[in-house]
């Protein structure tokens, strides 16, 4: 079992969900309102020149000429160009919104990772965690820029729309509102089922995630025994459920946007019912009703994007909530940008009373400088998480660990970065070239202590063999590497910048004759330079060992070396 999921410690709150109306962004939303606004007093433009137009024509005589109407129809081009114009700046100025907020957003996220401890982080799943950064953000920008901006945009057209109704003809105006108000009534009725709809859609997408990031990272399982079919059948029953899921959630939405539309044919009705009482009660030119029906039919559009307004706001709730519960996640260290930095020294490294719950039962030991420590154990007896807490990828429960008498949990954690170095097997390699993999820790290292480090591992055995020599590409964990050369590399980039500390978790495990060799030989002179932990189940690093500590239930029992 491991260790239980640490609550924050006191005057340690966990990152929050930015806020959509924060910093640059407030500009533009005003910008989104402006450019409402804009669209609804070319609209009442529109219906008032549409008005006068049609009364000047149907009034007869040399005032209803054709070429009495072109000033009329100039102005209408104008007003449909700006309307045009204004359409064209909202959806820049909508995707510049969204993309502003889940930049931030986003940033967010990969904060609160990086911050994560490993442990922490195993408790979820890759495949999650990568819809947090996909979909769930895109969810987010999609209520953002086109559900938020269209609110804001789409709201204000409306309320000017009906207002320069209002003032053609109030009756008329009264009846469109009415119709709109109903429809937005239903609406609210009709969108309370879709939170739980796009909850359970993402819940299932969420498990095909998962499944098929295993499934890519562990084919090879799948293929040699034989599981295919099996796990074929799995992902039918998958993806069979989020097509339920998704069409339950598709049914919902349907109706919202049947409403949207059916709202814009029943306000042409309004309009054509209330203004056939208007013109036979004679308030109401013939003009007034063309007006009219033109500004309904102006509406049509913003009434159709405001019918998605709600699906973009549940799809985003949902996604926020999981994105919420990513940020709460405990990091299990604590990273205080004011705590003083790591002092340089010769590297004593002592353990005092050292704790984890699960793993850890009050572990003490002294590694003197430049000595070399062997680590041993059965399998589960905490050597890593003794390793972990030593590089703090994680902060003990209970007692110290203090590198020349400075407590590392109290200490900058990038200065404990830059003492503490580290090579295991849970630290693979990275996408991009051996260069950027070599000097990942340290890029700015100065070229006699690249020389070191490469001479040191054998690096230059290493490029000879690889075809594009540093630029070589590096794909995922380094799968297109020997074992030999994926440790020769790690080792490099560990040691590179000249780590106090340096961590060898299992680095000679499952290597070749000359691959151990360099291992061994990074051991004895990087210990002339660094103190160094190495977790081996070989004898031979026993008995060139200054100290043995052996590790059994949690439990640490430091052993004598016997003098040479």
Known sequence: ?????????????????????????????????????????????????????????????????????????????????????????????????????????????FERLSTLAPRALEQRSQGGVMLRFVGDLNAVKQWVSLGL??????????????????????????????????????????????????????????????????????????????????????????????????????????????????????????????????????RASPGTIVAAMALVGLLMAPLRDLGRVQEYWHNSRVSLEK?????????????????????????????????????????????????????????????????????????????????????????NLESVRRAVSMVGPDLPLLRGTVERNLRYRCPDAPEEEVMRVWSLCGLEEVLVDLPDGLQTKVRDGGKNLSAGQRQRIALGRALLGDPQVLLLDEADANLDAGARAVVDRVIREQGRRSTVIVVSHRAEVLEWADAIWRMDGGRLVTDPVPAA
């Open 1 to 109: 079992m491991g260790p239980k999921e640490a609550e924050p410690k006191p005057g340690e709150a966990a990152p929050t969900v930015p806020r959509v109306v924060a910093g640059r962004r407030r500009a533009m939303l005003a910008l989104l309102v402006a450019n409402g606004v804009g669209q609804a007093a070319a609209a009442a433009a529109t219906a008032l020149l549409v008005k006068a137009a049609f009364d000047r024509l149907v009034g007869g005589g040399e005032a209803g000429s054709a070429f009495s109407l072109l000033p009329y129809i100039g102005a209408l081009a104008a007003a449909a160009a700006l309307v045009g114009w204004l359409r064209s700046r909202e959806r820049i100025d909508a995707e510049r919104l969204g993309q502003s907020y889940v930049h931030a957003l986003r940033l967010r996220l």
């Open 149 to 282: 901006s269209r609110l804001i945009v789409g709201g204000t057209f409306v309320v000017g729309a009906l207002a320069a109704l209002a003032v053609v003809n109030l009756a008329l105006a009264a009846a469109v509102g009415g119709v709109l108000a109903l429809a937005f009534a239903v609406a609210l009725v009709l969108a309370r089922p879709l939170r739980e709809r796009s909850r359970e859609a993402r819940r299932e997408r969420a498990k095909i995630a998962a499944n098929v990031n295993e499934k890519v990272a562990s084919i090879g399982v799948v293929q040699v025994f034989g599981q295919a079919d099996r796990e074929r059948r799995r992902i039918k029953r998958q993806s069979r459920r989020l097509r339920s899921a998704m069409v339950d959630r598709a049914r919902v939405i349907g109706r919202m946007r049947g409403l949207a539309e059916g709202a814009g044919a029943m306000a042409s009705a309004a309009v054509l019912l209330v203004g056939a009482i208007e013109v036979g009660a004679g």
């Open 323 to 411: 994105m919420e519960g990513f940020l709460a996640t405990p990091t299990r260290m604590r990273d205080d940008p004011g705590a003083p930095h790591l002092d340089p020294g010769p590297g004593r490294l002592e353990m005092d009373g050292v704790g984890l719950e699960g793993s850890l039962g009050g572990a003490s030991a002294v590694a003197e400088p430049g000595s070399v420590v062997a680590l041993v154990g059965p399998n589960g007896a905490g050597k890593s998480s003794l390793l972990a807490v030593v590089a703090r990828l994680i902060d003990p429960d209970a007692g110290r660990v203090l590198l020349d008498g400075q407590d590392l949990a109290q200490r």
